[in-house]
């Protein structure tokens, strides 16, 4: 799941301007998800998030590092393996 659509969910591929991706960390927990329209109430589910650094020069001038470590790059649904959308919550 994760080969076939990492770069495609997250929309962070730029042909012109690559960004590498180095996962450091794959943590295996519980996440919150919810439905589209409800605020106030949510399942524990159990996920997989991964976790690690981005190198990427925006400007084309000077290549620039951003580690995510306490930040989940992306989440898939144990259960299913559909992608969860921290932002979003679903």
Not at 13 to 42: C, E, H, M
Not at 46 to 54: I, K, L, T, V
């Amino acid at each position: 799941v994760f080969s076939g659509t990492f770069l495609v969910a997250n929309e962070w591929s730029n042909p012109s301007r690559p960004i590498l991706f180095r996962i450091t960390q794959i943590r295996f927990g519980y996440t919150r998800v919810r439905d589209a329209d409800v605020y106030d109430k949510g399942l524990l589910i159990p996920a997989w998030d991964f976790y690690g650094e981005m190198i990427y020069d925006p400007n084309g001038d000077q290549t620039e590092y951003r580690s995510l470590y306490d930040e989940s790059m992306f989440t898939i649904n144990a259960i299913d393996g559909s992608i969860i959308d921290r932002q979003q919550g679903y």
